[in-house]
């Protein structure tokens, strides 16, 4: 399969640049992943999502895909929480890391590869410490191992912070650390008390500091630089900037990361949705105020992940009336009958002849090449949904039916995309009787048919009819059927 040239705009450079990655066939792609100390909120939720709209964005393109997100299982708020609720920190991250996956299933995010834990990557951490000591990058006070961004002259290359201007005193890192200079970041904690959760290394009895588990990752999973790394944007400064410093202090003569992403936040209210400000919905709040997981799915998806997206109840019911706009036209499409195999096992292979189809499909996959855009890869939807129901509107019952094939079958490829579409008719209430028992009846008159008995293929077509269900002879020779109005 050739690939479609895709274009991102990389944080790193602040240019849209085409996409060039080390292998097609296996794309290496890093993603900053959740903190296991509580359910995850919707904001959280739409970064994730984002990763999953790259991911399928890239199969599509034909690209074949390494990707890793971590779980970051070392934290102070989960050392904390587990020494007050006297247990251990994998029996306190268990139930929360579950439920992060069970949210992804939910929404129909596709597994990645590769999800490494922080508690499972401490000797990597270690040996990276190691050899940014040997480097002269790193220095250490009362136990504890900091960075020096003093040393590292590129620090600020990727955020582009002026290092100068950073004030003492200003908090810039998330870590709880107590540190001497404040620019400077913690790799190593020294133990504290007797209770707290630590490990004992060849650089002491401590924990790792918080950015050091994505870098030593990396190095972990594929041994080099990376294609592409994404997280949230309020993580390129200070957690990606100290990623970059990290990974390029321990190896300078290599470019850890090809392509930077960064995904906008969700807002409530024009405010960033967070935990801290209390202003914040999990996937759970939302599913018991009825909305369907795919309603949240496009809601959350529709927007490009480079614009804010302001959250609010009514905003995602106008995406439920979006959705169900294209979904009705699928099931008009489905009611129609035109597939006897209705729908392929996957996308891949499917082809179209129609140029109408042709073009769209075009636009669509042109659309998500051009830095995901989602907005735009819609409109390519929407347009579907008219030339479809127009192509509906004026079907007689011997019309070729071509056309609305191929517009189901591109329903069904963007689905790879969106992962929001049913194509499963809903059962339909057929007076007790069963579709199953419809399709027999139709396979039995074909039957007749073929042995010239059309006394009974007739009365087959009129027991049919006195229950409702009227059958058509296409134009190819299938026989499709529908319930009398
Ligand atoms: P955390 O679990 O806090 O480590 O965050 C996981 C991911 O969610 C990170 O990539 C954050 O940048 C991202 N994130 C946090 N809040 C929001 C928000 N309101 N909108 C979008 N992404 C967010
Ligand atoms: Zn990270």
């Not at 020294?190 to 950015?211: A, D, F, L, V």
């Not at 996308?347 to 855009?373: C, H, M, R, T, Y």
């Not at 008719?425 to 139709?442: A, F, M, T, V, Y």
Request: with cysteine.
């Amino acid at each position: 399969m050739t690939t479609i040239p895709f274009f991102f705009q990389n944080s790193k450079s602040g240019k849209k640049e085409l996409f060039q990655p080390k292998d097609v066939n296996q794309v290496t792609i890093y993603s900053c992943g959740p903190t296991v100390y509580n359910f995850a909120h919707i904001g959280n939720i739409r970064s994730f999502l984002f990763v999953d709209v790259l991911r399928r964005s890239l199969l599509l393109g034909g690209y074949k895909l390494n990707q890793s997100m971590n779980i970051t299982d070392i934290d102070d708020k989960i050392i904390n929480e587990s020494i007050k609720q006297n247990i251990s920190v994998e029996e306190f991250t268990k139930p929360w890391t579950d439920a992060f996956f069970k949210d992804l299933e939910t929404l129909q995010v596709q597994k990645l590869e590769h999800y490494p834990k922080a508690t499972e990557s401490i000797e990597d951490m270690v040996s990276l410490i190691e050899t940014l000591q040997k480097n002269g990058l790193v220095y250490e006070r009362d136990g504890n191992v900091y960075f020096s961004i003093q040393k590292f002259e590129r620090y600020g290359e990727l955020s582009k912070i002026d290092v100068s201007g950073m004030k003492s005193g200003v908090r810039y890192d998330a870590d709880e650390y107590e540190k001497d200079d404040v620019r400077d970041f913690v790799l190593w904690k020294n133990q504290k008390s007797e209770t707290e959760k630590c490990w004992h290394t060849r650089i002491g009895t401590g924990r790792p500091g918080w950015h050091l588990e994505c870098s030593a990752m990396i190095r972990k999973i594929y041994g080099s630089g990376i294609d592409i790394h994404t997280g949230g944007i309020d993580l390129l400064f200070p957690h990606h900037e100290n990623e970059f410093a990290q990974t390029t202090g321990a190896y300078p003569k290599e470019e850890f990361v090809g392509t930077w992403l960064h995904c906008e936040h969700l807002l409530v209210d024009g405010e960033k949705m967070s935990k801290s400000k209390g202003n914040f919905y999990t996937l759970r709040d939302i599913l018991e105020k009825g909305f369907e997981s795919r309603v949240i799915r496009y809601h959350l998806i529709s927007a490009h992940y480079r614009s804010k997206l302001n959250f609010s109840l009514s905003k995602l019911e106008e995406s439920k009336v979006a959705l169900d706009r294209i979904q009705n036209t699928i099931y008009r499409l489905l009611e129609s009958h035109i597939l006897t195999d209705p729908i392929p096992a996957t996308w891949e292979g499917i082809v179209f002849s129609l140029p109408e189809i042709q073009k769209l499909e075009v636009d669509f996959l042109n659309a998500i090449a051009d830095d995901l855009n989602l907005p735009k890869a819609l409109a390519t939807v929407f347009e579907l949904v008219r030339i479809a129901n127009q192509s509906l509107d004026q079907k007689t019952s011997d019309s070729d039916l071509t056309f609305e094939k191929e517009c189901l079958q591109l329903f069904f490829k963007m689905n790879a995309l969106f992962a929001v579409f049913q194509f499963e008719k809903p059962k339909e209430e057929l007076n007790g009787i069963s579709e199953d028992w419809i399709l027999e009846q139709i396979e039995k008159r074909k039957i007749a048919k073929q042995n010239k008995d059309f006394v009974t293929a007739d009365s087959i077509r009129k027991e049919l009819e006195n229950q409702g269900i009227l059958l058509a002879d296409t134009k190819e020779g299938k026989t499709t059927w529908k319930k009398a109005q």
